[in-house]
């Protein structure tokens, strides 16, 4: 299989300790950011895709951590062409690479180039999000304010 040939010769080049598992997926971590790669027969390409949230620092997602999202995804621009989606509570940056005429060179660079935007859209992500109280007193009654999306 040529994915498990492109991971063999980029660990070895690279010195990182890469190996797919049972699932075709290897796993790395730069710049906090743990970054996963994994190969789809179906489709023949690689799916890269990394959390941009931290469920330490961002408790739930509110409106202003989507809007930067979401501003962050227009045309790809702020995304370096990738996708952001919503996975178990946090948001993931996903980018899909071709398998067809893919060096080691060349995915090195990808992944590389990827791990920079995912480091990027955290931070961005992260300078965006305020914590917004999800309750306000009324005349002396609670009153359930949805300020923040609940996700």
């Known amino acids: 299989m040529f994915f498990k040939d492109l991971v063999a010769k980029l660990s ?23 970054i996963s790669f994994k190969y789809q027969q179906e489709s023949d390409d690689i799916a890269i895709f990394a959390p941009v ?3 330490d620092k961002i408790v739930r997602l509110n409106e202003s951590a989507l809007r930067i999202a979401l ?4 045309n790809g621009v702020g ?6 989606g919503l996975f178990e ?7 899909y690479v071709p398998l067809k005429d893919l060096s080691v060179e060349k995915f090195a660079a990808i992944l590389n180039a990827f791990g920079e935007t995912a480091y990027d859209v955290h931070n961005a ?3 965006a999000y305020q914590d917004i109280p999800a309750t306000v007193s009324s005349q002396g009654n609670e009153k359930m304010l949805k300020h923040g999306l609940s996700v």
């Open 125 to 127: 992500i992260l300078a």
């Open 79 to 84: 995304t370096g062409g990738g996708f952001i």
């Open 89 to 95: 509570e946090n948001l993931v940056l996903t980018r």
């Open 71 to 74: 501003s962050l995804c227009y």
């Open 53 to 55: 949230t931290d469920p």
């Open 12 to 34: 070895e080049e690279s010195g990182l300790d890469l190996e797919p598992d049972i699932y075709d997926t290897c796993m790395l971590e730069r710049d906090g950011i743990v």
